[in-house]
């Protein structure tokens, strides 16, 4: 780890029941350090994590998607600074930009000229600068573009808290939850067509956490000042890979260090981080201290007090009764495409099947 690069070890908690979003949201910067990240930056890059939005009856459900609102807020406070929202096509929607106009962002960029709105489709992949990480067998060729890695520029990650499904999966060796450091990752991946099947296969078969360390690792070395930033209106609790069960959140949980931040937004969803393998990389990785109980939190309102209540009585986020099976899981991912990309997809993934069925096979031999 480069050793002047320090690291943060402080979150903020923000209350935002019945609050102005502006007020709440520069308070929340101003209380976790971002507000000097913001002076200091030439380009905000901001994801939003919008190809994750699952519809019910045509309807975004809350907790799946980043409320513009917030967008907004973000953009009142970056002093003119030049702000970039920005996506990755993702498996259950073929064009990002439908996206961007449905909920309101293509009219943000309207009313703010300092505003862009970049979607990572093939069309825009060859006039971005990027840089390959390779995986060998683990993982498919992974391309980020060139701005993760620009010491120029801010980053900053904004996910809504999810937890895959209320039930273990059996085999399952990926992360519990979708929080900012996944977010920022996956959302940032430029994979080739239709490619994310591929990765949700090495979730469940190698553990997608390494990768996620691993690219959150090489940014930070690369001394890219990121922010983490967890919440909103709604949480998102899978009932299974195609169902959202709505969490009332009114929280946001703030860091300038993004694996800080999805600490403590996994501690209010009732999880231990110590026990979770992504947080003892990141530990490894010297991302994080070691000590998470000595993270500082300040807390703006009673939001915390209110949650950990609320989720007493149920948490829906925790496994609970008999648990899901990975076959079930990845049956499900495919539902949310054509049947036509099903054969595509499944035939992309057929020899990284075979290979990791046979590399299982002869560990265990």
Known sequence: ??????????????????????????????????????????????????????????????????????????????????????????????????????????????????????????????????????????????????????????????????????DAVAGFKGLPFSLSGKSLIIGSTLFPKKNLLHLAFTDVGLGLKGYLVDALDKIHKAGVKCVGINGGRFAGAMIDQVKVHPVDWNVLVISTNIGIADAV???????????????????QKALISSELNTISIIEIGVGRARLEQQLRMNNPFLPQERSITTRQWILGILRQVSFKDRLRMVRKILPSIIRYKFTKKRKHN
């Open 1 to 166: 780890m480069n050793s002047e690069i320090k690291v943060q070890e402080k979150a903020i908690i923000t209350d935002l029941k019945n609050q102005n979003i502006v007020e709440t949201l520069q308070k929340a910067f101003e209380q976790a350090g971002v507000l000097p990240l913001i002076t200091q930056s030439r380009e905000i890059y901001v994801h939003i994590p919008l190809g994750a939005t699952f519809f019910r009856d045509g309807q975004p459900i809350g907790g799946t998607y980043l409320d513009v609102e917030f967008a907004e807020a973000i953009v009142l406070i970056s002093a003119g600074k030049p702000v970039i929202f920005y996506e990755a096509p993702a498996t259950a929607h073929r064009n990002v930009k439908n996206l961007f106009e449905k909920f309101g962002y293509t009219e943000l960029a309207r009313k703010y000229s300092q505003v862009r709105i970049l979607c990572l489709e093939d069309d825009v992949i060859d006039k971005l600068s990027t840089r390959s990480l390779h995986y060998g067998f683990d993982y498919p060729l992974v391309e980020l573009p060139g701005f993760l890695f620009d010491n120029q520029n801010l980053i900053i990650s904004f996910s809504n808290p999810k937890a895959p499904f209320p």
């Open 265 to 283: 937004a996994a501690t209010l969803m009732g999880f231990e981080p110590q026990k979770i393998d992504y947080f003892i990389e990141l530990i």
